[in-house]
């Protein structure tokens, strides 16, 4: 089991430092699925919290 600082590494990762999920994979020594499980998971979170933000503009 992943531990919630893990999870907080790795979107830190991705979203603040533009990392690579291989790079993440690597630096933290987790599997890549895990990061991209983990990754995905909180885009799923923060589309349902913001679901607005994705649409595109009506005219």
């Known amino acids: 089991m992943i531990r919630m600082s893990t999870k ?3 979107i830190l990762h991705r979203f603040r430092d ?3 999920e291989r790079r993440i994979a690597r ?3 987790i599997n890549r ?3 991209r499980r983990y990754l995905a998971e909180h885009i799923r979170k ?3 919290r913001y679901p607005f933000c994705h649409k ?3 005219i």
């Open 46 to 48: 923060l589309d349902q």
């Open 8 to 10: 907080q590494k790795i």
């Open 56 to 58: 595109p503009a009506e």
């Open 18 to 20: 533009g990392y690579s």
């Open 27 to 29: 630096e933290l020594r």
């Open 33 to 35: 699925e895990t990061v």
